[in-house]
């Protein structure tokens, strides 16, 4: 079987043992005598693979006993408005860090709800280069983040430490490494770029902040404690998408050795790309400041412009890599190196761009 190397922005690539995994179990789930996408999520078997998942979140991340870790529907873009529409106090205000197109979404659903929000930092007019500095006021109702900027390819370091909630949308470095949980209130992301397939959001909130949505405006659905109390089941879940996010975590847990491990393979094979991109004597440029490169989303362009950039792509997918065309509002290229992407296939990568630059530079 040969499959292609896959820097597919999300859904993306997940690990051939993980797929095979699921493969082999897929029409008899242990010995039952059906799928797991057969039978009902009422089911202890069911159950089991949904508690197992919670679990390896909260382990991996350290998210403790006032943390409820919920698997949602409706993506990272639904997440945009639940966040305020279950974390606004009736007299407070939020707070918003702009780093790019996801971040100006959720502004756009605080604006069209009517919260009072102020946006505190943005790196906007410098085509959102880099990650500002971002300090949140001690009494917001919350402070939100996007921790990894998908389109531009830059990611904050460190999360920002702050008395308030913090409110982080994680959806592109969702268990890529280990982060500093000690300020963080709601911490969510859609599970389809390192975690499985789409269609899962998890959402890890402190207990504290499940009382404060409006019980008389907001509709039951939409409450973060309609379904902490249901256990994520108040509506059918995505029982394939939960298992497939199960096995992931099992791979990340007891193949890789945990986040801290996870990080140390990310920061090893990002920095395999960048360093191919510094030395091309200016044939490839990074969009992201030095300060603020994301270590999964690396965006460049090729400095003779956009018609040398469709060939890059065309004579990449011929080589077996797929998924390299940039975000429509960036363009240029962009390698997504989630999870999955080995350092042998970065390298496979380096050697196609230093030989398409010798050729066409
Ligand atoms: C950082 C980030 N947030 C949110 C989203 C939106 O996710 P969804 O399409 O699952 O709604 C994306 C999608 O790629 C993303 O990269």
Redesign the pocket.
């Known amino acids: 079987m040969s499959r292609v190397i896959n820097f597919s922005?999300?859904p993306s690539t997940i690990p051939l043992s993980v797929l095979e995994h699921a493969k082999a179990e897929f029409t008899d789930y242990k010995g039952h005598g059906y799928s797991i996408i057969e039978i009902s999520h009422r089911t202890k078997i069911f159950e089991e693979v949904l508690h197992s998942a919670m679990a390896r979140v909260k382990r991996l991340y350290g998210f403790g006993e006032n943390f409820k870790i919920l698997f949602l529907q409706g993506?990272?873009?639904l997440q945009f408005a639940q966040v305020p529409m279950n974390l606004m106090t009736k007299t407070g205000y939020a707070e918003y860090a702009n780093t790019g197109n996801?971040t100006n979404k959720a502004i756009k659903e605080a604006e069209i709800l009517g919260i009072n929000h102020r946006v505190i930092a943005s790196s906007k007019e410098s085509k959102f280069d880099h990650i500002p500095e971002v300090k949140f006021s001690d009494d917001a109702d919350y402070g939100y983040i996007?921790s990894?900027n998908?389109i531009y390819g830059t990611q904050y370091k460190t999360l920002p430490k702050c008395k308030c909630p913090l409110v982080v949308?994680s959806?592109?470095d969702l268990f890529s490494r280990p982060v500093d949980i000690s300020s963080v209130g709601l911490f969510y992301g859609?599970i389809?770029k390192n975690g499985g397939p789409a269609g899962v959001t998890m959402v890890a909130i402190r207990e504290d902040l499940l009382d404060r949505a409006d019980d008389t405006s907001t509709p039951m659905i939409l409450r973060y404690k309609t379904q902490a109390n249901a256990d994520s089941m108040y509506n059918t879940p995505n029982t394939f998408g939960i298992y497939m996010l199960d096995l992931m975590l099992e791979w990340i847990e007891n193949e890789i050795g945990g986040l801290a491990k996870m990080a140390e393979r990310n920061e090893q094979k990002t920095a395999i790309l960048y360093e191919a991109i510094d030395a091309s004597g200016g044939f490839y440029t990074g969009h992201a400041r030095a300060d603020s490169r994301s270590l999964m989303n690396i965006s460049f362009n090729i400095a003779s412009g956009a018609e040398v950039e469709a060939k890059f792509i065309d004579e990449a997918s011929k080589a077996g890599m797929i998924g390299l065309k940039g975000h429509r509002v960036l363009g240029g290229i962009r390698a997504s190196l989630y999870n999955a992407i080995t350092a042998q296939n970065v390298k496979t990568l380096v050697e196609f761009m230093n030989e398409f630059a010798r050729k066409n530079g």
Do not use: E, L, M, V
């Open positions: 922005a999300g993506g990272g873009s996801w996007c990894n998908t949308d959806s592109s859609g389809q």
